[in-house]
C-alpha cells in the first residue's frame, strides 16, 4: 500500500514518509527489498516455466508466443502471456518476424454463423523427388477444418470436382441441396471450366469468384497452404508422391484435430466444427 501511494497515485515520497511516521532511507530500503524479492521470483518463475516451453518450441518451430502460451494453457500451466514472451526471447525461439509487402485491400466479407456455409477451395503445388504432385483443399470459413482434400499428380478440373465431391458426401451425408452452401474459388481453369461450373449448378451451390489479383478475398485458404508448407512441406524433402501423400494425410489430421487456431480463441478446427469449446483460452 505504501509504494502504491507513491508510484500509482503519484504521492510525494516525503508526503507519505511524513504520514506513516517513517524516514525516506527506510522507504527507500523496503523497496529495493520488495523490487529484489520480486525479481528473484520472477526469475525463478521464468526458469520453472522454460522447462515446459522449450520443448513445445522444440516440437513446433514456426509457432509464435502466443500460440505457446495457448498450448500451455490447454496443458494446465497457468503462465502470464508476457512471461511466456520474455521465455521465448531470452532462449532465442521467437519465429522469425516475416515482413511482406502491404497491398490496398478491399472490403470482402461475410457474416458467418456456424460450419458449413461458406467453403473455399484451392490448388498448391508441391515438389517431390518424382515430380510436382498437386493437393487440392476445401476449407470451411467458420471453424477452419479443412473438410477434404486430395493429392494427384495432375491438376485438371477432374481432380476439383473429384475433391468437391468427397466434401459433400462427407458433410452433407443426406444431400447438400437447398441447404445454401458458397464455394469461394479463384479464377484457375480448373474453376471456371464447363464441367465444374456445371458440377456447381447440379449440387446448387453458389460460386464466389475471388477478385482479379486480390488473394485477400480467398486469404483464409491462402493462409491455410502457407501454414502447410511452413510446418509440413518446407522442412521435408520427399523421395515419392506416395511418401509426400502419406505425410500431408498425417499433417492434416493434426491440423484438424490438434492444433489450435488463434482466430478461433486457440481450440482446434474439429472443436469449433463439434461446439466443444470447453478447452477454449480466456
Known amino acids: 500500500m505504501l509504494f502504491e501511494l507513491v508510484e500509482e497515485a503519484q504521492f510525494p515520497v516525503e508526503t507519505v514518509c511524513r504520514l506513516v511516521g517513517i524516514h525516506k532511507s527506510t522507504f527507500y530500503r523496503r523497496r529495493t527489498q520488495v523490487t529484489q524479492f520480486t525479481r528473484t521470483r520472477l526469475c525463478f518463475r521464468q526458469r520453472e516455466i522454460r522447462q515446459h516451453v522449450r520443448p513445445l518450441c522444440e516440437k513446433y518451430p514456426t509457432y509464435g508466443y502466443r500460440r505457446i502460451w495457448a498450448l500451455l494453457c490447454r496443458d494446465g500451466i497457468r503462465v502470464n502471456l508476457k512471461t511466456v514472451y520474455r521465455v521465448m526471447k531470452a532462449e532465442g525461439l521467437l519465429p522469425v518476424k516475416r515482413y511482406e509487402a502491404k497491398r490496398a485491400r478491399q472490403t470482402w466479407d461475410m457474416t458467418l454463423t456456424g460450419s458449413n456455409q461458406v467453403w473455399h477451395i484451392d490448388m498448391t503445388k508441391i515438389w517431390?523427388?518424382?515430380?510436382?504432385?498437386?493437393?487440392?483443399?476445401?476449407?470451411?470459413?467458420?471453424?477452419?477444418?479443412?473438410?477434404?482434400?486430395?493429392?494427384?499428380?495432375?491438376?485438371?478440373?477432374?481432380?476439383?470436382?473429384?475433391?468437391?465431391?468427397?466434401?459433400?458426401?462427407?458433410?452433407?451425408?443426406?444431400?447438400?441441396?437447398?441447404?445454401?452452401?458458397?464455394?469461394?474459388?479463384?479464377?484457375?481453369?480448373?474453376?471456371?471450366?464447363r464441367d465444374f461450373v456445371q458440377t456447381l449448378k447440379t449440387l446448387e451451390i453458389t460460386p464466389i469468384r475471388t477478385s482479379y489479383r486480390h488473394p485477400q478475398s480467398n486469404g483464409k485458404m491462402e493462409r491455410w497452404y502457407r501454414t502447410l508448407k511452413e510446418e509440413e512441406v518446407w522442412p521435408n524433402e520427399y523421395r515419392s508422391l506416395e511418401e509426400a501423400k502419406a505425410s500431408i494425410d498425417r499433417y492434416i489430421c493434426f491440423y484438424n484435430y490438434e492444433r489450435v487456431h488463434s482466430a478461433l480463441g486457440y481450440v482446434t478446427p474439429i472443436e469449433a466444427y463439434s461446439g466443444d469449446l470447453s478447452t477454449q483460452v480466456a
Do not use: M
Open 128 to 193: 517431390t523427388d518424382e515430380g510436382w504432385a498437386y493437393l487440392f483443399s476445401i476449407i470451411d470459413a467458420y471453424d477452419r477444418r479443412i473438410v477434404a482434400w486430395e493429392q494427384n499428380r495432375f491438376c485438371r478440373d477432374d481432380e476439383a470436382i473429384h475433391v468437391l465431391e468427397k466434401a459433400v458426401n462427407h458433410a452433407f451425408p443426406n444431400g447438400v441441396r437447398g441447404n445454401g452452401l458458397k464455394l469461394v474459388q479463384d479464377n484457375g481453369s480448373q474453376f471456371t471450366s
